[in-house]
């Protein structure tokens, strides 16, 4: 008893631990993805904070962190700024109305995200190929190393001659980039030694800590969260309690051409939030050795951001950065994305000045070690030993990952595996010839027969210089598909034509039935051998096992 209190109290340690140290990690991120959207980073930061706890509690994957990710941002900038001008063509004009339809979109999405769970879509997870998902980490990690390499500038408020007011990145030089540069590498120091010395505190914590009392203790003058939220445009860490946002009810306007406006927008956000938080789980599933539930995931996710966008926060997902962090941490349990939450809204309501201080270097750094241990190196090791078709498809979703878009890049990388799948089972169909004593030629099948081998299943036949009777036994295939009962129904009708008889063995009983079904002459040419041993491992069992899964 006295163990099990240990060690409970040991993994409770862990996650609270790394609770905090996500927390850390995961405000200057949010803020970025905030500009980008242009929305109020403590807009941003409310929503990280109320998906991050929904989804923590009731989500399919322990270990996992959600918030304000910028994959769903970069989807509502568009909907945003046109929001702002339609906003001013009301009879009554009304300032900020992108912000409102943004709201509703988040509502919207978690509505659509909850119905893929109850539909139970979060299995087709499984469909995803690993070398889409190696691409997809290798991608997702050059993302998130571009992003850090953003930081080492400064914005600067620049005024055109028109009087648009626009944030532009001017690089860093001289001292202040080595500054930069000294402080990054003294966190990932950090990062690196710490576990060579004890494993009972989190390293990145740590390092963040240590690299902060450096900056404060010397005085250095370096860019830190809360001159970089101000840079930006924003007013500080200050925040409140997520209320209901009342003035979501009382501007946005409740009818079709509102629909029209947020659908598109929120559809795209919850498939992008679905797929990048069910990617993040199977990458926690494969570092916990584990489990997770991809259905109930979709629930807690759509239900992180309904609630989010009635207490006036934005939309959410999985978050790969800060749960590969959580894990590196030892934040197994709910008990982290718990901690992550709770200590988020502590920093904004209580802690605000100390988090202000803390130095965008040190996050940096964090976040560059986050990389270096996500990215597949193994890739570049195995490109030359897997099937080419699989090598080229980990490159793509890889480059389409950077250049154009997670969810785009899961899409293509599961076409083109598919489109390799097809064609490789396509090309495998074969058929042995033998003959009879009483000579009827026996087609034996092997493979299977879906609407890409149909071509080559028709090929092997001779219907003109067959004998008057033929058999086909498709002992060794798996008809597939529709398109496979209608190819032998095609085959038989052909030989029928020409006046032969034709046999059809061990099809499974699902096909038989459909054959007869749309021709009841069926039930003439299918002979039933079930005396063959063999029969029962393509039929029965085969059913059996795909019963079972």
Not at 275 to 292: A, F, P
Request: charged letters at 15%; proline letters at 3%.
């Amino acid at each position: 008893m006295i163990e099990l209190i240990k060690k409970q109290t040991a993994i409770a340690k862990s996650d609270i631990l790394a609770g905090i140290t996500v927390s850390l990690a995961m405000i200057p991120e949010v803020v970025a993805f905030a500009f980008v959207a242009q929305i109020d980073p403590l807009v941003a930061l409310s929503g990280a904070f109320i998906i991050g706890l929904i989804t923590a509690v009731f989500g399919g994957r322990p270990g996992l962190i959600s918030g304000a990710a910028g994959a769903v941002a970069v989807i509502f900038v568009h909907m945003i700024a046109e929001g702002h001008e339609k906003g001013m063509l009301f009879d009554t004009p009304i300032e900020n109305m992108g912000y409102f339809y943004l709201l509703a979109a988040v509502i919207l999405m978690g509505v659509i995200q909850i119905a893929a769970g109850l539909f139970k879509l979060g299995r087709f997870v499984r469909l995803i190929p690993h070398p889409v998902m190696m691409g997809f980490v290798n991608g997702l990690a050059i993302v998130i190393f571009i992003a850090q390499v953003k930081m080492f500038t400064h914005k600067q408020l620049q005024v055109s001659a028109s009087g648009v007011k626009e944030y532009i990145n001017i690089p860093m030089e001289g001292m202040e980039l080595y500054t930069m540069v000294g402080l990054v590498l003294l966190t990932m120091g950090v990062i690196w030694a710490l576990p060579k010395l004890t494993t009972k505190i989190p390293a990145a914590l740590a390092a963040i800590l240590v690299t902060t009392a450096v900056v404060i203790i010397s005085g250095l003058d370096v860019s830190t969260v809360g001159s970089y939220i101000k840079e930006g445009g924003g007013e500080g860490l200050k925040g409140q309690f997520p209320t209901p946002n009342l003035e979501l009810w009382q501007n946005l306007p409740f009818n079709l051409d509102t629909l029209k406006f947020i659908a598109l927008p929120a559809f795209l956000a919850a498939s992008v939030g679905l797929i990048e938080s069910l990617m993040t789980m199977n990458l926690v599933d494969d570092l916990t050795d584990s489990r997770g539930n991809g259905n109930r995931e979709c629930v807690a996710q759509g239900v992180g951001n309904i609630t989010s966008g009635l207490l006036g926060g934005t939309g959410g997902c999985g978050m790969i950065g800060q749960t590969v962090i959580n894990i590196n941490a030892g934040g197994r349990g709910r008990l982290s994305g718990i901690m992550m939450a709770i200590t988020l809204l502590t920093f904004l309501l209580f802690a605000d000045k100390y988090i202000e201080q803390v130095p965008i270097a040190a996050l940096v750094g964090v976040m560059i070690v986050m990389v270096i241990q996500t990215f597949a190196w193994s890739s570049f090791r195995i490109l030359r030993k897997i099937p080419k078709g699989d090598a080229v498809v980990l490159i793509i979703v890889s480059a389409v990952t950077v250049f154009v878009d997670l969810a785009v890049a899961v899409f293509v990388g599961v076409i083109i595996s598919a489109l390799v799948f097809a064609w490789k089972n396509a090309v495998s169909i074969r058929a042995r010839k033998t003959f009879k004593e009483d000579g009827t030629k026996v087609y034996s099948i092997w493979g299977p027969l879906f609407f890409g081998s149909i071509q080559n299943f028709n090929e092997k036949f001779d219907v003109n210089n067959d004998p008057d009777t033929i058999e086909i036994d498709f002992i060794e295939s798996k008809v597939n598909d529709h398109s496979g009962m209608e190819a032998i129904t095609n085959l038989v009708n052909k030989y029928e034509k020409v006046g032969k008889k034709v046999t059809l063995k061990h099809l499974s009983p699902d096909c038989q039935k459909l054959l007869i079904k749309g021709n009841n002459n069926f039930k003439i040419i299918i002979e039933e051998s079930i005396d063959d041993p063999r029969y029962f491992v393509v039929t029965e069992q085969d059913e059996k096992f795909e019963v079972e899964n």
